[in-house]
């Protein structure tokens, strides 16, 4: 198994893009459960044995194998380096970020553009760096890639397997299995445990690391999870990555937790779905009405339908390439909070404000002309509605007070660039006179709205954020927009200075939320939905987690051939 090395490198830029594949290389859903033909046939004999359950279980992870070279979803693998204190357990001291497209077609491939502020030039990475050159933590993205594979050449040849109980996995009954590599099977096999569901015997659970005897190589712990996204289909969804051990051999020591997560497996076609659903015929009409309503758009129309047009075409791109949601019930609540700001304020904002998701874990907000864009991660920290408010509305002051989009991008050829260049091509970030004016303006608006004597809890928001800053650079260090936090100033200071004070062991007061307990994705549509369960009672301080990183616990489903195609989705422990 020629596995990708999770190791130390020395200090690059802090977010990474993968280059993108081109389009005939995606996988037709008709087709995507067998992209190179049917199942074995093996796969669908009598199962009576342990020995006949592992000999499915390898056909099966060999078809899985086939499978993943069909998809090219998004990866974000997002990390944070962490410190124990003696109050508050292991904290954040520093973070790292990912985000790249999936390709196991040849091997994982590491091809990342460095990317610093909101420009990118593309390198490539060296994927086998010297032991002299493991003077800083850093850590190899196509490594942390490399856990939603259990081996590239699974074999009973190379492992010993043994029993260990059924188990439910939400509703998914699982064979737990222990599995070792066998004596000599070389450097790279798995190393650990695997859920196995007890139908078609599909690995849906990994948990463990990889062996290695070299001074070289160094592999980490990792807990991955598939999900079954449609009949017969179960892909990687997200993996959970811990360590908190010295290493010997490359004599570091390594604390941290990392999560990765893929979505987008069928963008291509989750596009084109609706393409023609929205066309019209209407009855003929008289070509000599010249009513109002056919008349030719006055200036001010114009002017207003070709910023429209150039706001448009962002979003269309930016949700073709999977970093902006489908509209869906999420945007529906956003919608409600920009609603009650407009009514209550009188405000008559054409053409109507809209507000989408960007799917990406880094905090940011930022307006694209007349749509208010919130990232996922964002979403997921805010602790009530009257935060939600606050960010939106910063954000609909710029559109308020007139703070215009470049209409280059109405010019549909503008769009036409690969994806790794689109941080670099799309720039939403306002100066710092604009930023200003528009948390004045926003504080004007949120007086007026019923959130008005709730915004105590926002300005904690912002004083748990400034207090975090520091150590999570990656978290707040937007992609399109402009940062929460620039050094010691923050977004809606005004809010912060009063707020009530920050204090960290008191159980009832929650400024953030861990990251994840918000929103779940569905990584098969690239849709979204609020996470719906119940609030977990804290016992302790250390269970508040403000923007932390927590492991995956996700509800499993099975989807049926004959059901809805509805992936089961995940919301971390809590």
Same mark, same amino acid.
């Given at each position: 198994?020629?596995?990708?090395?999770?190791?130390?490198?020395? $200090?690059? =830029?802090?977010? %990474? +893009?993968?280059?993108?594949? #081109?389009?005939?290389?995606?996988? *037709?859903?008709?087709?995507?459960? @067998?992209?190179?033909?049917?199942?074995?046939?093996?796969?669908?004999?009598?199962?009576?044995?342990?020995?006949?359950?592992?000999?499915?279980?390898?056909?099966?992870?060999?078809?899985?194998?086939?499978?993943?070279?069909?998809?090219?979803?998004?990866?974000?693998?997002?990390?944070?380096?962490?410190?124990?204190?003696?109050?508050?357990?292991?904290?954040?001291?520093?973070?790292?970020?990912?985000?790249?497209?999936?390709?196991?077609?040849?091997?994982?491939?590491?091809?990342?553009?460095?990317?610093?502020?909101?420009?990118?030039?593309?390198?490539?990475?060296?994927?086998?760096?010297?032991?002299?050159? $493991?003077? =800083?933590?850093? %850590? +190899?993205?196509?490594?942390? #890639?490399?856990?939603?594979?259990? *081996?590239?050449?699974?074999?009973? @040849?190379?492992?010993?397997?043994?029993?260990?109980?059924?188990?439910?996995?939400?509703?998914?009954?699982?064979?737990?299995?222990?599995?070792?590599?066998?004596?000599?099977?070389?450097?790279?096999?798995?190393?650990?445990?695997?859920?196995?569901?007890?139908?078609?015997?599909?690995?849906?659970?990994?948990?463990?690391?990889?062996?290695?005897?070299?001074?070289?190589?160094?592999?980490?712990?990792?807990?991955?999870?598939?999900?079954?996204?449609?009949?017969?289909?179960?892909?990687?969804?997200?993996?959970?990555?811990?360590?908190?051990?010295?290493?010997?051999?490359?004599?570091?020591?390594?604390?941290?937790?990392?999560?990765?997560?893929?979505?987008?497996?069928?963008?291509?076609?989750?596009?084109?779905? *609706?393409?023609?659903?929205?066309?019209?015929?209407?009855?003929?009409?008289?070509?000599?009405?010249?009513?109002?309503?056919?008349?030719?758009?006055?200036?001010?129309?114009?002017?207003?339908?070709?910023?429209?047009?150039?706001?448009?075409?962002?979003?269309?791109?930016?949700?073709?390439?999977?970093?902006?949601?489908?509209?869906?019930?999420?945007?529906?609540?956003?919608?409600?909070?920009?609603?009650?700001?407009?009514?209550?304020?009188?405000?008559?904002?054409?053409?109507?404000?809209?507000?989408?998701?960007?799917?990406?874990?880094?905090?940011?907000?930022?307006?694209?002309?007349?749509?208010?864009?919130?990232?996922?991660?964002?979403?997921?920290?805010?602790?009530?509605?009257?935060?939600?408010?606050?960010?939106?509305?910063?954000?609909?002051?710029?559109?308020?007070?007139?703070?215009?989009?470049?209409?280059?991008?109405?010019?549909?050829?503008?769009?036409?660039?690969?994806?790794?260049?689109?941080?670099?091509?799309?720039?939403?970030?306002?100066?710092?006179?604009?930023?200003?004016?528009?948390?004045?303006?926003?504080?004007?608006?949120?007086?007026?709205?019923?959130?008005?004597?709730?915004?105590?809890?926002?300005?904690?928001?912002?004083?748990?954020?400034?207090?975090?800053?520091?150590?999570?650079?990656?978290?707040?260090?937007?992609?399109?927009?402009?940062?929460?936090?620039?050094?010691?100033?923050?977004?809606?200071?005004?809010?912060?200075?009063?707020?009530?004070?920050?204090?960290?062991?008191?159980?009832?007061?929650?400024?953030?939320?861990?990251?994840?307990?918000?929103?779940?994705?569905?990584?098969?549509?690239?849709?979204?939905?609020?996470?719906?369960?119940?609030?977990?009672?804290?016992?302790?301080?250390?269970?508040?987690?403000?923007?932390?990183?927590?492991?995956?616990?996700?509800?499993?489903?099975?989807?049926?051939?004959?059901?809805?195609?509805?992936?089961?989705?995940?919301?971390?422990?809590?």
């Amino acid at each position: 198994m020629r596995s990708v090395r999770v190791a130390a490198l020395p $200090l690059f =830029a802090f977010l %990474f +893009l993968l280059s993108t594949w #081109a389009s005939s290389q995606q996988t *037709d859903p008709a087709t995507a459960a @067998a992209p190179n033909g049917p199942a074995p046939a093996a796969i669908s004999g009598p199962v009576s044995t342990f020995d006949d359950v592992i000999g499915r279980v390898v056909e099966r992870e060999h078809y899985f194998n086939q499978q993943i070279r069909g998809f090219h979803p998004l990866i974000e693998t997002y990390i944070q380096n962490l410190k124990d204190t003696d109050e508050m357990g292991a904290v954040p001291v520093s973070d790292q970020y990912f985000l790249g497209r999936l390709d196991v077609a040849n091997g994982i491939e590491d091809r990342f553009s460095n990317h610093a502020g909101h420009h990118a030039l593309l390198s490539k990475l060296n994927v086998a760096p010297k032991l002299s050159e $493991l003077y =800083a933590t850093r %850590f +190899l993205p196509g490594g942390f #890639a490399q856990m939603v594979l259990l *081996d590239e050449d699974f074999q009973r @040849a190379y492992y010993n397997f043994t029993y260990v109980r059924r188990e439910f996995l939400g509703e998914i009954r699982c064979l737990v299995i222990d599995v070792q590599p066998k004596k000599g099977a070389g450097d790279g096999r798995f190393v650990g445990r695997i859920w196995v569901e007890d139908q078609d015997y599909n690995v849906v659970r990994t948990n463990g690391t990889y062996s290695s005897r070299s001074h070289r190589d160094q592999y980490f712990h990792f807990d991955s999870w598939r999900l079954n996204m449609r009949a017969g289909l179960w892909m990687p969804a997200y993996v959970y990555s811990e360590e908190s051990d010295d290493h010997a051999r490359v004599g570091q020591h390594f604390h941290f937790k990392a999560q990765s997560r893929l979505w987008g497996y069928d963008l291509e076609h989750a596009a084109s779905n *609706d393409a023609f659903t929205e066309i019209l015929v209407d009855p003929s009409q008289s070509v000599h009405d010249q009513s109002p309503a056919t008349q030719d758009a006055t200036p001010v129309e114009s002017e207003r339908l070709w910023e429209r047009e150039a706001e448009d075409n962002v979003v269309e791109r930016l949700q073709k390439i999977g970093l902006i949601a489908p509209n869906g019930e999420v945007d529906k609540v956003m919608q409600t909070v920009v609603n009650n700001l407009i009514f209550t304020n009188n405000l008559n904002i054409q053409p109507e404000v809209r507000t989408r998701v960007l799917l990406t874990t880094p905090l940011e907000s930022f307006a694209i002309g007349h749509t208010i864009v919130l990232s996922r991660g964002l979403l997921d920290v805010l602790p009530d509605e009257a935060s939600l408010a606050m960010v939106l509305a910063h954000e609909l002051g710029h559109i308020v007070l007139g703070h215009q989009l470049d209409t280059k991008t109405a010019f549909n050829d503008r769009m036409f660039f690969a994806d790794q260049e689109t941080f670099e091509r799309l720039d939403f970030a306002r100066d710092p006179a604009q930023e200003e004016a528009a948390d004045t303006k926003a504080v004007e608006l949120l007086s007026n709205s019923p959130y008005k004597d709730k915004l105590g809890n926002a300005g904690l928001f912002l004083r748990s954020l400034q207090a975090h800053a520091p150590e999570l650079r990656n978290l707040i260090r937007p992609h399109m927009g402009s940062s929460l936090a620039e050094g010691k100033a923050i977004r809606m200071s005004s809010l912060l200075n009063a707020a009530p004070a920050l204090e960290v062991k008191k159980t009832d007061q929650i400024a953030a939320l861990p990251l994840g307990g918000r929103v779940r994705l569905d990584p098969w549509t690239s849709r979204i939905e609020l996470v719906k369960t119940k609030a977990v009672a804290l016992t302790t301080p250390q269970e508040k987690m403000p923007f932390e990183i927590t492991p995956f616990f996700p509800y499993m489903a099975r989807i049926s051939s004959t059901g809805p195609e509805k992936v089961a989705l995940t919301a971390p422990a809590k």
